[in-house]
């Protein structure tokens, strides 16, 4: 007999909302992310064989093929496509460079009702603003390790 | 000829493999914990860094071209072979090469994201 504190209640609850999920499909999860992943990463390929044919080499070839990629998935974002893919592809939608184009676009055009500059721009960077916060700060720690080691 | 057809096809296929890998691993992780994509994202990031830091990155780049550059752990590796390249040069380039490599990305990500808000409305998430 459990009593009927409030931390019981809690668990009780969560313990009850675990029996009514669906079970979690592994197998056909990890199948879809490692599929559409590679495909993305292969679009990526294309793209860079694509711009070496065209001339571009080293850094310039590497920026652009980001570039490229982060606009298709801002516009497969906008067009709402991206979202599609996303609930069926799980991490591999994430994790590519694209995932990254997405978790920019969709609060900006979301959050546009609450104004452009709070709305719009602010929340831009629910997402993004973290990755670039530990990315620089971790890319500065790298540069300083290796300038005095 | 042949062999450079058939060279490009497996520069396609290791592409696949460990790009595809990346995002196995990302969803492994998500299926047995509660992390969400955010969280997932810094963490790859980070240990994109991390890698690179320690010189195991940049064999994966070379082995498989855009499986190991697109998937957001190759923007850490964009960030930190910026700041090990500026160290080179000095302190300056040292703190500030790691920004300055990311910049491609960070400026598209934003302008686009801008036009894409000002073309597109919020459209009600159907399931």
Redesign the interface.
């Known amino acids: 007999m459990t009593g009927r504190t409030r931390e019981n209640l809690n668990t009780n609850y969560l313990n009850y909302v675990k029996t009514q999920d669906p079970p979690?499909k592994?197998l056909k999860?990890?199948a879809?992310?490692?599929?559409?992943?590679?495909?993305?990463?292969?679009i990526?390929?294309?793209?860079?064989?694509m711009l070496q044919y065209a001339g571009l080499t080293g850094?310039e070839l590497?920026?652009?093929?980001?570039?490229i990629?982060?606009?298709l998935g801002?516009?497969l974002?906008?067009?709402?496509v991206y979202?599609r893919i996303g609930?069926y592809a799980?991490?591999?939608s994430?994790?590519?460079?694209t995932?990254?184009?997405n978790?920019?676009?969709s609060p900006?055009?979301?959050f546009?009702?609450e104004g452009w500059i709070y709305g719009?721009a602010a929340k831009?960077f629910?997402?993004?603003g973290?990755?670039?916060v530990?990315?620089?700060f971790?890319?500065?720690l790298?540069?300083?390790?290796?300038?005095f080691v | 000829m042949e062999a450079e057809i058939l060279a490009i096809f497996l520069q396609y296929l290791k592409a696949f493999a460990v790009g595809g890998g990346i995002c196995l691993i990302a969803q492994i992780i998500i299926n047995f914990t509660d992390l969400t994509a955010g969280k997932i994202l810094v963490y790859f990031m980070l240990a994109g860094v991390v890698l690179t830091a320690v010189g195991l990155y940049q064999p994966l780049v070379d082995f498989a071209g855009a499986g190991a550059t697109v998937p957001i752990s190759g923007f850490g590796y964009l960030l930190a072979n910026g700041a090990i390249k500026g160290a080179e040069r000095g302190f300056f380039y040292a703190i500030t090469g790691s920004l300055t490599a990311a910049s491609a990305g960070v400026t598209a990500a934003v302008v686009f994201a801008f036009i894409m808000a000002l073309i597109f409305k919020s459209r009600t998430k159907r399931n």
Not at chain 1, 62 to 67: D, K, M, P, Y
């Open positions: 979690t592994h999860n990890c879809a992310a490692f599929g559409v992943g590679g495909l993305i990463c292969c990526g390929q294309f793209i860079r064989y850094d590497a920026g652009s093929t980001s570039v990629l982060i606009f801002c516009l974002t906008g067009l709402g979202d609930r799980g991490a591999g994430i994790v590519p460079i995932g990254f184009a978790s920019v676009t900006a055009i979301e546009k009702t719009m831009m629910t997402v993004a973290a990755i670039i530990f990315g620089v971790s890319g500065v790298v540069g300083l390790i290796y300038l």
